[in-house]
Protein backbone atom coordinates (compact mmCIF):
# COMPACT_ATOMS: atom_id res chain seq x y z
CA UNK A 1 0.00 0.00 0.00
CA UNK A 2 1.01 3.42 -0.61
CA UNK A 3 2.33 4.41 2.94
CA UNK A 4 3.23 8.11 1.87
CA UNK A 5 6.06 8.15 4.27
CA UNK A 6 9.30 8.45 1.51
CA UNK A 7 9.61 10.44 -1.65
CA UNK A 8 7.71 7.34 -3.13
CA UNK A 9 5.49 4.34 -2.30
CA UNK A 10 3.48 1.65 -4.00
CA UNK A 11 -0.30 1.31 -3.89
CA UNK A 12 -2.59 -2.04 -4.61
CA UNK A 13 -5.20 -2.09 -6.24
CA UNK A 14 -24.06 17.75 5.85
CA UNK A 15 -24.20 18.35 2.85
CA UNK A 16 -25.86 21.98 1.47
CA UNK A 17 -27.24 23.73 -1.22
CA UNK A 18 -25.35 23.95 -4.65
CA UNK A 19 -23.12 26.91 -4.10
CA UNK A 20 -22.03 28.92 -7.40
CA UNK A 21 -19.28 30.76 -6.20
CA UNK A 22 -18.54 31.82 -10.10
CA UNK A 23 -20.83 34.66 -10.23
CA UNK A 24 -24.56 34.65 -10.04
CA UNK A 25 -25.55 33.59 -13.62
CA UNK A 26 -25.02 29.73 -14.46
CA UNK A 27 -23.39 28.88 -17.40
CA UNK A 28 -25.60 27.00 -18.98
CA UNK A 29 -23.13 25.74 -21.88
CA UNK A 30 -23.32 22.26 -22.86
CA UNK A 31 -20.64 19.71 -21.05
CA UNK A 32 -17.59 18.77 -22.31
CA UNK A 33 -17.83 15.10 -23.61
CA UNK A 34 -16.89 12.31 -21.18
CA UNK A 35 -12.93 11.37 -21.72
CA UNK A 36 -12.01 8.54 -23.58
CA UNK A 37 -12.80 4.68 -21.97
CA UNK A 38 -14.82 6.85 -19.15
CA UNK A 39 -15.19 3.29 -17.33
CA UNK A 40 -11.30 3.07 -16.98
CA UNK A 41 -11.20 6.70 -15.87
CA UNK A 42 -13.89 6.07 -13.29
CA UNK A 43 -12.23 3.07 -12.46
CA UNK A 44 -8.89 4.80 -11.98
CA UNK A 45 -11.19 7.44 -9.34
CA UNK A 46 -12.85 4.35 -7.37
CA UNK A 47 -8.71 3.49 -6.82
CA UNK A 48 -7.64 6.87 -6.08
CA UNK A 49 -10.18 7.67 -3.64
CA UNK A 50 -10.60 4.21 -1.49
CA UNK A 51 -7.33 4.64 -0.91
CA UNK A 52 -7.26 8.28 0.46
CA UNK A 53 -10.36 7.37 2.59
CA UNK A 54 -9.82 3.97 3.63
CA UNK A 55 -5.45 4.34 3.55
CA UNK A 56 -4.69 7.53 4.41
CA UNK A 57 -8.30 8.94 6.08
CA UNK A 58 -8.36 11.77 3.64
CA UNK A 59 -12.11 13.41 4.34
CA UNK A 60 -11.88 16.60 1.91
CA UNK A 61 -11.78 16.13 -1.26
CA UNK A 62 -11.96 18.75 -4.20
CA UNK A 63 -13.22 17.63 -7.76
CA UNK A 64 -11.56 19.66 -9.94
CA UNK A 65 -12.85 19.02 -13.37
CA UNK A 66 -13.38 15.13 -13.36
CA UNK A 67 -14.56 14.76 -16.81
CA UNK A 68 -16.86 11.82 -15.68
CA UNK A 69 -20.12 11.55 -13.80
CA UNK A 70 -20.45 10.15 -10.84
CA UNK A 71 -17.11 11.71 -8.87
CA UNK A 72 -19.25 12.80 -5.65
CA UNK A 73 -20.99 9.68 -5.04
CA UNK A 74 -17.80 7.82 -5.25
CA UNK A 75 -16.38 10.28 -2.31
CA UNK A 76 -18.90 10.12 -0.40
CA UNK A 77 -19.91 6.04 -0.58
CA UNK A 78 -16.10 5.83 0.58
CA UNK A 79 -16.62 7.15 4.08
CA UNK A 80 -19.90 8.93 5.37
CA UNK A 81 -18.12 11.64 6.77
CA UNK A 82 -16.29 12.77 3.14
CA UNK A 83 -16.76 16.27 1.67
CA UNK A 84 -16.29 17.45 -1.71
CA UNK A 85 -16.52 20.28 -3.19
CA UNK A 86 -16.51 20.52 -7.40
CA UNK A 87 -14.01 22.83 -9.60
CA UNK A 88 -16.22 23.13 -12.44
CA UNK A 89 -14.18 24.39 -15.59
CA UNK A 90 -16.51 26.80 -17.65
CA UNK A 91 -19.39 25.16 -19.43
CA UNK A 92 -18.94 21.95 -17.66
CA UNK A 93 -21.45 22.61 -14.85
CA UNK A 94 -23.72 19.85 -16.39
CA UNK A 95 -20.98 17.35 -15.91
CA UNK A 96 -22.19 17.44 -11.96
CA UNK A 97 -23.38 14.22 -10.69
CA UNK A 98 -25.59 15.46 -7.94
CA UNK A 99 -27.23 18.68 -7.07
CA UNK A 100 -26.18 18.63 -3.18
CA UNK A 101 -22.59 19.52 -4.20
CA UNK A 102 -20.53 22.92 -3.46
CA UNK A 103 -19.79 24.67 -6.95
CA UNK A 104 -17.04 26.85 -7.96
CA UNK A 105 -16.69 27.96 -11.37
CA UNK A 106 -13.64 28.25 -13.60
CA UNK A 107 -10.09 27.09 -13.10
CA UNK A 108 -9.34 25.71 -16.64
CA UNK A 109 -6.63 28.06 -17.49
CA UNK A 110 -6.35 30.47 -14.47
CA UNK A 111 -6.63 28.29 -10.96
CA UNK A 112 -6.46 31.83 -9.28
CA UNK A 113 -9.65 32.52 -8.70
CA UNK A 114 -11.14 28.69 -7.69
CA UNK A 115 -7.84 28.80 -5.34
CA UNK A 116 -8.96 32.23 -4.11
CA UNK A 117 -12.00 30.86 -3.50
CA UNK A 118 -11.80 27.67 -1.82
CA UNK A 119 -9.49 29.63 1.02
CA UNK A 120 -12.48 32.07 2.32
CA UNK A 121 -15.82 29.98 1.21
CA UNK A 122 -15.61 28.15 4.41
CA UNK A 123 -15.72 24.22 3.05
CA UNK A 124 -12.33 23.47 2.80
CA UNK A 125 -9.69 23.75 5.31
CA UNK A 126 -6.69 23.36 4.26
CA UNK A 127 -5.25 22.95 8.07
CA UNK A 128 -6.36 19.30 7.52
CA UNK A 129 -5.62 16.85 4.81
CA UNK A 130 -7.12 17.25 1.36
CA UNK A 131 -7.22 16.08 -1.69
CA UNK A 132 -7.62 17.74 -5.10
CA UNK A 133 -8.74 14.96 -8.08
CA UNK A 134 -7.35 17.07 -11.25
CA UNK A 135 -8.21 14.37 -13.50
CA UNK A 136 -9.56 16.10 -16.53
CA UNK A 137 -6.36 15.09 -18.60
CA UNK A 138 -4.06 17.73 -20.12
CA UNK A 139 -1.13 17.68 -22.28
CA UNK A 140 2.29 16.94 -20.94
CA UNK A 141 3.93 20.29 -22.63
CA UNK A 142 1.13 22.30 -20.81
CA UNK A 143 0.45 21.30 -17.10
CA UNK A 144 -2.46 21.97 -15.02
CA UNK A 145 -2.30 25.99 -13.93
CA UNK A 146 -1.59 26.75 -9.72
CA UNK A 147 -0.04 23.72 -8.69
CA UNK A 148 2.69 25.97 -6.64
CA UNK A 149 -0.19 27.91 -4.88
CA UNK A 150 -2.38 24.79 -4.40
CA UNK A 151 0.64 23.18 -2.75
CA UNK A 152 1.33 26.08 -0.50
CA UNK A 153 -2.38 25.97 0.61
CA UNK A 154 -2.16 22.60 1.88
CA UNK A 155 -0.57 23.18 5.18
CA UNK A 156 -2.32 20.41 6.48
CA UNK A 157 -0.63 18.13 3.63
CA UNK A 158 -3.01 16.18 1.37
CA UNK A 159 -2.77 14.33 -2.35
CA UNK A 160 -2.96 15.23 -6.02
CA UNK A 161 -4.35 12.78 -8.74
CA UNK A 162 -3.33 13.68 -12.12
CA UNK A 163 -4.05 12.46 -15.50
CA UNK A 164 -2.18 12.77 -18.78
CA UNK A 165 -3.29 12.77 -22.05
CA UNK A 166 -0.29 11.84 -23.84
CA UNK A 167 0.78 8.58 -26.02
CA UNK A 168 4.26 7.77 -23.97
CA UNK A 169 4.81 7.49 -20.53
CA UNK A 170 5.18 11.69 -19.16
CA UNK A 171 7.54 13.62 -17.29
CA UNK A 172 6.89 12.87 -13.61
CA UNK A 173 8.04 16.92 -13.33
CA UNK A 174 4.10 17.48 -14.22
CA UNK A 175 3.80 16.80 -10.32
CA UNK A 176 6.21 19.73 -9.24
CA UNK A 177 6.33 20.59 -6.68
CA UNK A 178 4.39 17.81 -5.45
CA UNK A 179 6.56 14.09 -4.57
CA UNK A 180 5.14 11.74 -6.91
CA UNK A 181 4.52 8.00 -5.67
CA UNK A 182 5.09 4.90 -7.30
CA UNK A 183 4.10 3.69 -9.74
CA UNK A 184 4.19 7.73 -11.14
CA UNK A 185 2.39 7.86 -14.06
CA UNK A 186 1.03 4.89 -15.29
CA UNK A 187 -2.09 3.92 -17.93
CA UNK A 188 -5.35 4.58 -15.93
CA UNK A 189 -6.49 1.00 -16.67
CA UNK A 190 -4.47 -0.65 -14.34
CA UNK A 191 -2.88 2.20 -12.53
CA UNK A 192 -1.33 1.59 -10.01
CA UNK A 193 0.39 -1.36 -11.73
CA UNK A 194 3.60 0.27 -13.72
CA UNK A 195 3.01 0.05 -17.64
CA UNK A 196 6.00 -2.66 -18.14
CA UNK A 197 3.93 -4.87 -15.59
CA UNK A 198 0.74 -4.77 -17.95
CA UNK A 199 0.30 -6.63 -21.13
CA UNK A 200 -3.08 -5.62 -21.67
CA UNK A 201 -3.78 -2.76 -23.81
CA UNK A 202 -4.30 0.86 -22.37
CA UNK A 203 -5.89 3.86 -23.16
CA UNK A 204 -3.26 6.09 -23.76
CA UNK A 205 -4.28 8.63 -20.84
CA UNK A 206 -1.81 8.48 -18.22
CA UNK A 207 -2.96 8.87 -14.52
CA UNK A 208 -0.64 9.06 -10.95
CA UNK A 209 -0.86 10.44 -7.44
CA UNK A 210 1.64 12.95 -5.94
CA UNK A 211 1.66 13.66 -1.95
CA UNK A 212 2.61 17.23 -0.55
CA UNK A 213 6.25 17.69 1.32
CA UNK A 214 4.09 17.86 4.27
CA UNK A 215 2.60 14.27 4.45
Known amino acids: MLDGQGPSSRVPPSRGHVVHLGGRRQNTAPAQPPARDARAHQAFLDRVVDYLSTDRGVRQFIDWGSPVPGTAERIRRAHPDNSVVHVAPHGTVGMLSSPD ?30 AVLMTRPFNAHTPPPGLTRLHSLMHGGGYLALAVDAPERAAEQVFDPFVPLEPGLADLRWWPYPDEDVAMEGTGVLGGLGRTHRN
Not at 101 to 122: H, K, M
Open 101 to 130: TPVLSGGAENAETPLRRLTTCGLVDFDEPV
